[in-house]
């Protein structure tokens, strides 16, 4: 259950919060009123549902009736329950606040503090409205209000946790919602005398243990099951038998499937084990109440077979020595037990076998009453791990809290019915009691005269049903306890006789012609304050009698099982008083109940669902209407405005209203009744519309206070207006005395400032002209202090100077001249221009000027200082083609018809080539090309010699201004005939050449010696003699070497 506000509640809900609920009445016509009983129509119902229609459709759950929270169950979350919201409602009055369940908790909790008196909150409504987070939520208020000391922290914990663990052992799926509560709680909060949790107390009610063995159509069983069965724990689930892929006829009564999406038993299963924990319940304990839980679904799975006497018997002894193993008792004794009864009448002893439907009876008797003890036992542990420690328990207050089953009207409605609605009339009639002694109390208080309030009385329908002897449950338990065959026939009878003269009661018997269609002959109906509920009489007899065969209960109390032993005790054996009925426990238990709320305070809290599909944003208008019948909330509502429809205290009342009145604004000096009194008198209360009590106002008519409040939002722009002219004021007459004082202390610290100025300029000005005078004369000196400006302003100079005058060219090495600060600066400076003029330079340059460079700085890395005439070349630009005119047209077919595809040229020039035998000159052009080196025949253009680049091993030269290239040729290319001796007019430029097509610098070898051998073929070796002469020549010599002549 959560909830929201309207636009005019939800915005800074913390700050609304302190405005009052008077403030919410401005947008009554959108979210309706905070509180029915200003309704100006009450008595309508049809003002009452569209009130909260209009409150839910602005997702506003909350409206006061009086003293009554009315919710209503949003379906979905809306974030208004966070401690911040809580830390909003605390020590704050009633009134103050918007509708909220923590106004309900804080005020109940301020009044067992403040007043020291018990408290209780009544909370009610059918299942899905949200009763059980109602609860929550209250637990949630007290757990941030109360103290923080360790021991408060622990009561905290346990009683949060109390909530999961009884959830899962007592709640189940149900058509209507998926946790619906199936038994009656009443939780104790019990404080100290300083307002922290020390403790807490557990009464449980009307457990719907028939749910163990049988579901309705798309109902589950206890959430227990599923969640056990779900469990993560294989070895737990190996010990108790259990599997969830097995059938478990207590599981499979209704069309439910045992996995349900909507609900997390996995997750919820580890929640309980924590809660389990926290209440401090031992490993013992808890595989104690995990083994029953296992036992009643292998329980239900016992089958059992009929003779030809009609004598049962079981079919599975597996299933039952499963079951024994479990409750740590004998197989046979259980066998037994389920096959036969024993009756003791008159200290005899009598023994007969069942047939098989009393035999699946006592089965089933068995089961629920296992789990209905277990159940019992687990809020008597809770309530020893919560009780506080004895020194405390002495002063002590408590704050109860009632989660119990709303009126129930369904197609079928049957004993647990019965029940439920006679505990709701109880309730009802206990809320009457105490909502008309309140008012009362109240009134006498005041000084007013109390007028009777005319209402139903619901004394008869409780006494028609609880009256000893003639009551319906006095005729019950008289036909449970005669001798004979007892029927739920014969119940019904009984009543049609004895209550034939109550208008409350109707049977078929009784019923007019008429009705006789409506009241079949198995049913009865009753007349509650809510409204006419019809109910089947079968199973009323069973279900009040809730027999379980006394040789079942010897076997339980046998049994190993901690829980078990504890709960079917041998006294209970001992005892020769036949068992209570169901009923009378239940009427005992109820008019406990009544007693401990009656001495109590009581707040109480309405839930309504508004649809049955669970659905956010639809409201049923229907469905509200019904269960704001049978909550009894027009009845409620016509009690509290029977009086008056508001009541404050006069301070609050003048404070929040005297600016309406002249006399009262802007302040009342006098005593504040005398206040209200000119305040009404001014706005011409009529006499009949208002009374005024001794500490308080009250307002007969809801409209009366309407149009105060009215006039009280028209008044706030006249308000508005005024505090604004005020404001103004007061703050143009501040800034105007600051902007003096601030002027006066300008002056003041600006004439000082000047003064102070002017003596350090004149210091400055000294010290400036003593630093300029040292600096001037050391300014050729080392850098220091003094002489730093005059260094800065020569390198300022030097740097202008530099920009008028740098070079425009590459080739111009001149440098302006530095001053001595500046050298450092100075080569700096020209090693980057420098660098940044040939950078430019570069960027300039063509594809074909930057292959010459390339090539040229190859030669220079192959001949600088190497060979003598590479100086003659530095200027010369290398050329592709060397060849004659005449020959550029061979050269061009050559390319054409000789040069393989992909195959390019590179370099062509005349040579000479130097036979190896003789040495005679042959004119030649050599060709260099991507792949290889061609020298042709200068005159046809024949090939001579074609070597690959790849081939050539060594290029050989002088070191001298020949022309000599000695191109060395592998031995193994045989039709070569040795090394090539060449003559070459450009042979640096060639060299250069050949040695950029290898891309291999290292086959280059400049000779430095006056002898050079070359190859010649059959592995013979000739020489190269170097001499020096007047001229340049190539010739053989007398000892029969090539001689080369060189300047």
Not at 132 to 160: D, F, H, M, P, Y
Not at 346 to 357: A, I
Not at 565 to 586: D, G, H, I, N, Y
Not at 840 to 860: G, H, M, V
Request: aromatic share 10%; charged share 25%; glycine share 6%.
């Amino acid at each position: 259950m959560q909830a929201g506000h309207s636009p005019g509640e939800r915005v800074g809900l913390a700050t609304h919060v302190h405005s009052g609920m008077e403030s919410s009445l401005q947008s009554r016509d959108v979210a309706g009123v905070h509180d029915f009983v200003l309704l100006e129509n009450y008595g309508s119902e049809d003002a009452f549902i569209n009130n909260l229609q209009k409150r839910f459709n602005t997702d506003i759950i909350y409206t006061y009736i009086g003293p009554v929270l009315v919710s209503v169950n949003p379906y979905k979350n809306i974030p208004i329950y966070t401690d911040d919201v809580i830390k909003t409602y605390r020590n704050i009055h009633y009134f103050e606040a918007i509708p909220h369940i923590y106004a309900v908790t804080n005020t109940a909790y301020q009044a067992l503090k403040e007043e020291n008196k018990d408290q209780c909150i009544l909370i009610s409504g059918e299942s899905g409205a949200g009763k059980t987070e109602a609860s929550k939520k209250i637990l949630q208020c007290i757990a941030v209000t109360t103290g923080r000391t360790n021991q408060v922290e622990s009561v905290k914990e346990k009683l949060l946790q109390s909530t999961p663990l009884l959830e899962a052992f007592g709640n189940a799926k149900t058509t209507r919602n998926d946790n619906s509560s199936r038994f009656g709680k009443y939780m104790d909060i019990i404080f100290n005398y300083i307002g922290d949790t020390i403790g807490g107390s557990l009464l449980n009610y009307l457990l719907e243990k028939s749910r163990v063995v049988m579901q309705a159509p798309g109902e589950r069983n206890f959430h227990i099951f599923y969640q056990l069965l779900s469990s993560s724990d294989a070895s737990l689930l190996d010990s108790l038998h259990l599997s969830p892929n097995t059938y478990y006829h207590y599981l499979n009564t209704s069309i439910v499937s045992m996995k349900d999406n909507e609900i997390d038993d996995i997750g919820q299963f580890r929640v309980v084990k924590r809660a389990m924990d926290v209440i401090e319940l031992s490993e013992q304990e808890q595989t104690a109440i995990f083994t029953l839980v296992a036992s009643i679904l292998h329980l239900g799975n016992v089958g059992f077979s009929q003779d030809e006497n009609g004598n049962a018997s079981i079919n599975a002894p597996e299933t039952i020595a499963t079951v024994a193993k479990l409750l740590a008792c004998d197989p046979a004794q259980l066998t037994h037990a389920l096959e036969r009864k024993t009756i003791i009448a008159r200290g005899d002893s009598v023994t007969t076998p069942l047939n098989k439907e009393l035999a699946m009876y006592a089965r089933d008797a068995l089961a629920k009453a296992i789990y209905d003890r277990m159940f019992t036992w687990l809020v008597q542990r809770l309530n020893s791990s919560l009780r506080p420690v004895d020194d405390e328990f002495n002063r002590t207050k408590v704050m109860g809290i009632l989660d119990i089953y709303g009126f129930e009207i369904f197609g079928k409605n049957s004993f647990e019915q019965f029940c439920i609605n006679y505990c709701n009339e109880k309730l009802q009639q206990l809320f009457i009691e105490l909502t008309l002694k309140s008012e009362q109390e109240e009134y006498f208080r005041e000084g007013i005269e109390w007028v009777p309030v005319q209402y139903f009385d619901n004394k008869v329908i409780c006494d028609l049903i609880e009256e000893r002897h003639k009551g319906i449950i006095s005729l019950l338990d008289e036909e449970c306890l005669r001798p004979g065959d007892t029927s739920d026939m014969g119940f019904l009878n009984k009543m049609s006789i004895n209550l034939v003269d109550h208008k409350h009661f109707v049977s078929y018997s009784k019923a007019e012609r008429t009705m006789l269609k409506q009241i079949p002959r198995d049913e009865f109906q009753l007349v509650h304050y809510a409204g006419k509920v019809t109910y089947s009489v079968h199973g009323f007899v069973d279900k009040n009698n809730d027999l379980l065969f006394r040789n079942l209960i010897e076997v339980m109390a046998s049994t190993k099982n901690t829980i078990t032993k504890a709960v079917f005790t041998e006294k209970e054996l001992e005892s020769k008083k036949r068992p209570e009925t169901a009923a009378s426990q239940f009427k005992k238990s109820l008019n406990k109940l009544m007693q401990i709320l009656v001495t109590k305070d009581p707040s109480y809290v309405r839930c309504i669902k508004p649809n049955n599909e669970q659905t956010s944003g639809i409201f049923d208008e229907q469905l509200v209407r019904h269960q704001v019948q049978y909550l009894g909330l027009m009845e409620n509502l016509r009690v509290r405005r029977a009086g008056f429809a508001y009541r404050r205290t006069y301070d609050v009342f003048l404070k929040r209203y005297k600016s309406l009145c002249p006399g009262t604004w802007p302040n009342f000096n006098g005593d504040p009744k005398d206040g209200v009194a000119l305040l009404t008198q001014h706005l011409q209360y009529n006499k009949y519309e208002f009374s005024m009590g001794k500490t308080k106002i009250f307002i007969r008519y809801p409209k009366t206070l309407f149009m105060t409040e009215d006039l009280f939002q028209l008044k706030k722009n006249d308000l508005a207006t005024l505090i604004q002219r005020k404001y103004k004021t007061h703050v143009a007459r501040k800034n105007f005395l600051k902007m003096r004082w601030a002027a006066i202390v300008m002056q003041k610290y600006i004439r000082r400032f000047l003064a102070k100025r002017a003596m350090r300029r004149r210091r400055l000005a000294v010290e400036v002209l003593r630093r300029l005078l040292k600096g001037f004369i050391t300014r050729d000196g080392q850098p220091t202090e003094d002489n730093m400006a005059f260094i800065q302003l020569s390198r300022i100079n030097y740097l202008n100077r530099l920009a008028g005058n740098l070079p425009k060219s590459l080739v111009d090495r001149n440098w302006p001249p530095c001053p001595k600060a500046c050298r450092d600066l100075s080569i700096v400076l020209h090693k980057l221009y420098r660098g940044q003029q040939a950078r430019i330079y570069r960027q300039t340059l063509s594809p074909e000027k930057k292959r010459q460079f390339d090539l040229k700085i190859l030669a220079e890395k192959l001949f600088q200082h190497k060979k003598k005439s590479y100086t003659s070349t530095y200027l010369t630009p290398f050329e592709k083609v060397r060849l004659p005119s005449e020959l550029h047209q061979h050269k061009t077919q050559y390319e054409t018809n000789q040069l393989v595809p992909g195959e390019k040229l590179l370099y062509c020039t005349n040579i000479t080539k130097y036979d190896r035998h003789g040495y005679s000159p042959r004119d030649r052009a050599l060709l260099v090309t991507t792949k290889a080196i061609h020298i042709v025949d200068i005159k046809g253009f024949k090939v001579k010699h074609k070597l690959s680049l790849e081939s050539v091993t060594e290029l050989v030269v002088t070191a001298e201004m020949d022309g000599l290239l000695l191109i060395r040729i592998p031995l193994e290319l045989k039709k070569d005939k040795g090394d090539l001796i060449l003559q070459c007019a450009h042979v640096i430029e060639c060299v250069t050449f050949i040695v950029d097509a290898v891309k291999k610098p290292n086959i280059l070898k400049i000779a430095s010696t006056s002898m050079i051998s070359h190859n010649m073929i059959g592995g013979k070796e000739g020489q190269i003699e170097v001499t020096a002469g007047s001229e340049l020549g190539f010739g053989k010599g007398k000892t029969g070497h090539l001689v080369v002549t060189v300047n």
